[in-house]
Each structure stands twice: as structure tokens, then as C-alpha cells.
């Protein structure tokens, strides 16, 4: 149930109980008005007829005085007095008015109570008039109860008609910016994060206004964050791919067909008895071969280095290292790597950086020398550098997915990465703090490999 009709019921609810309250209380009021009325009529009618009689009966026109007694009694609301002859006829009555507003008989069934009647005997000489009864009516009286109970009903009635429609429209109005919210939640659910609540109304609700519309905005940006990385993902793997692709060509392919060469030659040479030329063409074959196993675990390391790291950091830099060398002979590589074991995470972390580092100077740069350090700070963290001289990183740089990558990786683990461009034309400084377990520097590898792509 919507909130605005929930707590409209409720208030309905509380009135409604304060109505029944009202009405038993109203009741009891009533039944007590109409005994009390009643029996002080009948006590006042009692004394009036019994003094009337005392005089009477020594006076010459009896008779007509016991009919103006009756007649007295004309008009009455709560009395009436009949005059009942010895053989059980009514030979007079006192008129009773009729209520004004006739009460229902329910009312009247609900207040009148049990009837109340006196009966007065003639004294001697006018034994022959019979009997004179006095009767309470509470007929006047529950109309009046009734008159009363119409007036107040009415009164309490417009008031609760008055309250819940005073209600109906305040709680419209304060649950309107609320649908507006709620409206805006149901958009970000359907993944729709430019919704925006104006931040007005009433200070505790410009708060959540205020925090909804943070979250969007983030949310926004995480998913535009998202699709940028997306994009810049598969362009990353196709580079990835063509160079793998180029080095498979270009270092594997020549020594392929000349070990095809030199295997197509020996049966020839044998045939002519030119023993020694075959044996150096096996020779040949085998340095091919050689050659060709190292190309192929350069390449199978870049795919994934995990196997590398597994033996440590400062074998899996050497590594990378002689990767760049053997690739860009021009550039001095100086390397500074503590010989020690560090938990998995933070040695594949490690790793990473100093790989995409390296990747970016040598990429990017053109530097004259790089500088790849991993070191234990006296404040028990694993400090990264990657320097070097090249080009620094200039204005028009892209948008790549390496250094977000990088951050990523460091912010998980807790860490800090900066990027100090040093001064302009004079390279990069790329600098990683990974805090360490209080236990580390073993020289085992503490945690079962991951294996990820590179
Ligand atoms: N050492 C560096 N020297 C010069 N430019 C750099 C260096 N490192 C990063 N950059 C610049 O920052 C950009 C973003 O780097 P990165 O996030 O690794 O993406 P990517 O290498 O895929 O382009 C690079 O395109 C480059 O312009
Ligand atoms: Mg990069």
C-alpha cells in the first residue's frame, strides 16, 4: 500500500477509535441524564399530586379540583397523569407535548431504562375517582440526548473530514519530492545515470538529494571510465597480438627455413661423400634450433609471466630486461632489485609495474637510459621506481590503459602511485609504495601462483 494512503488509514484509524470513545462516553452521559431526569419528574410529580390531595378532600368541588390537578400536569415533558376509575377505565390524562425531534426508537430502547409509575389512592371521600397514576416519559428527554448527540456528531464528524483532507493534501505535497526521487532510483535500475533530483526542499531531503546525485554522477563516470578501458582493451591486445605475431616472423621464421635449408642439403652432401660439409649443416641446424628456443621463451615469458615471476623478481626483471635489450640495443638499462621473496601479490604487482613502466619509457620516451629499482623502505614498504630521460610526458599524451591499469593494481593492495614528469625533456619518474606484511623478505615465494595473461 502506497505510503500516503497507509497513513491516511492510520489517521483514519485513530479518529475512528476517538468517534466509538466519544459516542460510549456520549452514551453513558445520556443514560445517566435521562434516570436522573426521570426519577426527580416523578419525585416532584409525586410530592405535587400528594399535597394536592391533602387539600382537596375537605374542600365542597372535589371533584373539579381532582381534574385541574390532572390538567395542571398539561404540558409536562416528563410526566403524565391519568386519573383511573375503580373499574379500571382512564377517565382523565395529562397531555404530553411530543418531542420536538423524535428520537429513533433504537435511541430510545438504548436510554429509556426500565418504566417508572406511582399510583395514589384517593383519600376517603373521594375513594369513588379510583386511583391517580404518575408515569415518567422519557420521550422528551432521549430527544434531547439525541438533539445533542446530532449536534456533536456533526461538529466531530466535519472535523475529521476537515483533518484527513488537510492531511491527504500536506502528504501530497511532502511525498512529491520523494516520487521524484524514487523515479530517479528506478532510472539509475535501469542503468540510466544521467538522472538528476534538483537539490530543493526541505534540509533533510536536500542531503539524500545531494548524495543521490553524487552517485549518479560517479556511477556515470565509472561507466564511461568502463567503455573507455573496454575500447582501449582490444586495441591493446591487437598491438599485443600484431608484435607476438611480428617477433614469431621475424625472429623464428629465417631460422625455420634455414634449418629446412641446411636439412634439404645433408642427404645431397652425403651423397657426394662431402661428410664434413654435412656435419657442419647439422651443426648449423642445431645453433637454428637454439636460437630458436630462445625467441620462443622470450615470447612464451611476455605471454605469461607469472611462470617468471615464480622464480623470483629480480630473475623475472632480468628478463624483461633482455627482452628490451635485445630489442632496443641503444638504450642503457641499469637495474636496482633487492634479492628478496615478497608475497605473490605484491611480486606480480611488482612485476607489472616495472613491466609497463619499462613498456612506456622505451614505447613512448625514447629515452637514452631507463632505470627499473624494487627496494624495502625503512617503513616496511616495497618502494617501484621506473626512470628515465626520454621525452617526459608531453601534453597531447593519450588517454592509455596502462597507467589506470597500474593504479588499480597499487590501490588494492593499499598503495600509493605517483608520476613525478620531471622537468621538460627530461623524462618520467614513475614511483609505486606497496606497504608490506610486518613477516616478509623470505626467500620463498609465500602463496600459490595466479596465472594471468600478459
Ligand atoms: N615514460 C613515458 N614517457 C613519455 N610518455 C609517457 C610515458 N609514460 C606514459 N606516457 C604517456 O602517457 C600515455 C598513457 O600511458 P598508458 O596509460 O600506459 O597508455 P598507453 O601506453 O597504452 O598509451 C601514453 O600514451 C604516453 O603519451
Ligand atoms: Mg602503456
Redesign the pocket.
Known sequence: MPLRRRLLALVALVLAFCLIAGGALTYWHGLRKVDLEMSSAIDVGSSAVSDALSTIGSSADAPAQVHRLISSFDGDRHLSVRLISPNGKVTSASRLPPPSDPPPRWLYWLLSGSPRTRLFDMPGELKQFGTIAIAADSHNEVGEVWEDLKLKFTIIGSFCFVVLALIYASLGRALRPLEQLSSALDRVGQGDYTAHVPEDGPQDLKLIYRAFNRMAGQLQESEQQNQRLNE?LST?QEEERSEIARDLHDEIGPFLFAADVDAQAIPLLLSRGAADEAVDRSKAIRQSVQHMQVHLRGVLSRLRPALLIDQGLTHAVENLVAFWKARRPQIEFRMDIEDARYPSAIEDTAFRILQ??T???V???QPASVGLAARRTDEGMLRVVVT?D?????A?????????GMRERVASLDGRLSIADREEGK??M?IVEIPLPASTGSAARQEPLSESAA
Open positions: 582501449q591493446v609497463e613502466g613498456s612506456n619509457a614505447r613512448h620516451g628515465d626520454g621525452s617526459g610526458i608531453t597531447k599524451g593519450t588517454r592509455g590503459f596502462g597507467l589506470p623524462g618520467v614513475l
